[in-house]
């Protein structure tokens, strides 16, 4: 179950918090629970989705299914197999070891390890953001949280990354795109069907080892 955070608990410390429910947070959830006991687990996004791996659906991975299989059966609380036997259609385990899939199959994934953590007795899932952490005389750490506050003898932190914004240019003949759509097969032609002028100055679209469209030949 999810809670919002409205109190502060002084009665209960936690072996274990993790902050962040994207792909880091719920392998550092699942690695902790292997070694302590009691955990909290908080997320600002309320657990939806994966984190911005849920906005890249599309987008080819850039690792070998043979690692993202091994990584995901590390695990043995996500029971990934057996979750994996459950889902209709194509999985991430139908996949060559070498191939690299559509990151859409690792979330599906990631999807069925989170709520298995989520339905652990102990685990207590918190919705809301994080707004200090301050290390007590004693070593336990006071984690604040919108409108109330946890004690935890560890923290992890896994809040995840967000694109930079591009760098300052002086330029007029160059036009930024947002990352979340230039990484997207689908979207990136989808913009240029609807934009006549982008469609216009292009005669190609590269993508380069890092997974970043750049359009080739803007301007007429």
């Not at 936690?14 to 429910?21: A, H, M, N, P, S």
């Not at 906005?55 to 043995?76: F, G, I, Q, W």
Request: hydrophobic fraction near 35%.
């Amino acid at each position: 179950m999810i809670r919002n955070s409205s109190h502060l608990i002084k009665s209960v410390v936690y072996d274990c918090t993790v902050i962040g429910g994207g792909p880091c947070g719920i392998g550092a959830m699942g690695a902790s629970l292997n070694t302590f006991q009691k955990h909290l687990w908080i997320d600002k996004n309320g657990f939806e989705g994966v984190g911005r791996l849920s906005s890249y659906y599309d987008v080819p991975a850039n690792t070998p299914t043979s690692c993202l299989v091994k990584a995901m059966r590390r695990c043995e609380l996500f029971e990934f197999d057996v979750d994996q036997e459950n889902r209709a259609g194509r999985k991430l385990v139908d996949f060559e070891g070498e191939e690299c899939p559509e990151l859409g199959y690792l979330v599906e994934a990631l999807e069925d390890a989170k709520k298995r953590v989520m339905g652990r007795e102990e685990v207590d899932c918190v919705h809301g953001e994080v707004t200090s952490l301050v290390e007590g005389d004693d070593g336990v750490w006071e984690v604040m949280v919108e409108g109330g506050g946890y004690l935890s003898r560890r923290v992890v932190l896994s809040p995840g990354s967000h694109p930079s914004p591009p760098p300052s240019t002086s330029s007029s003949s160059l036009e930024w795109f947002n990352l979340d759509e230039m990484v997207s097969p689908s979207r990136v032609q989808s913009l240029l069907a609807s934009d006549e002028d982008l469609r216009a100055g292009t005669w190609g679209v590269r993508r380069p080892f890092d997974g970043m469209y750049v359009f080739i030949g803007w301007g007429r």
